[in-house]
């Protein structure tokens, strides 16, 4: 048996909007070949599975940067606009 990775796991978590879309899962294949600047970006507070899958993808999609918002869920963007809007504005002036 082949060793599972933490994007075949998320995988799941999507599994439904994704089957809905009659799009397939996104793989880790599919993150390696990511080879754009890619700014993962989420709330720190934020439950379930999504937080795995955004350090998942990180480690997959190579130069990423990972940055969470203490204090913040998934709208992060709405919790804390400021500095998401920070976050965001440094990894352009970067890329």
Wanted: glycine share 8%; aromatic share 6%.
């Amino acid at each position: 048996m082949r060793p599972v990775d933490i994007l075949d796991l998320a995988d799941l978590g999507g599994v439904d909007v994704q089957m809905r879309d009659a799009r397939p899962p996104f793989s880790k294949a599919d993150a390696e070949a990511i080879k754009t600047p890619t700014l993962f970006i989420g709330g720190a507070n934020t439950k379930g599975t999504l937080p795995l899958v955004l350090r998942a993808l990180a480690e997959n999609v190579k130069g990423s940067r990972t940055e969470m918002i203490p204090g913040t869920t998934h709208p992060m963007f709405e919790q804390a606009p400021q500095k998401f809007s920070e976050i965001v504005l440094a990894f352009l002036a970067e890329a």
